[in-house]
């Protein structure tokens, strides 16, 4: 999947309460693996709970991960559209949800 690098930040320069989508992981196999162990791999949400000097703590699903800042700076995010994002900007196209007759 590629994917445009000027839509791409380091995890590191997300905002407290920012999500995300990891998009990169710009480290070796070792980096990957170890990631891929704590359950963060390329395609994981995530969503920026605190910064803890240069370190990130966030969330992935009902995980929480606490990162140091060099390893954050190896991974690269994409924003993702939340269900609040939809709300606030209607030219987004949420997803259709179809309606049961009872």
Do not use: C, W
């Amino acid at each position: 999947m590629n994917h445009p690098a000027a839509n791409l930040e380091s995890l590191s320069a997300l905002p407290v309460g920012g999500h995300a989508r990891i998009a990169r992981i710009d480290g070796g196999i070792q980096l990957t693996r170890r990631l891929m162990g704590l359950g963060l791999r390329i395609g994981s949400e995530i969503a920026v709970l605190q910064h803890r000097g240069r370190g990130v703590v966030l969330a992935s699903g009902d995980t929480r991960v606490a990162l140091g800042g060099d390893i954050a700076t190896h991974l690269l995010v994409e924003p993702a559209i939340t269900q609040a994002d939809n709300a606030a900007d209607p030219s987004i196209d949420a997803p259709a949800i179809d309606k049961v007759q009872d």
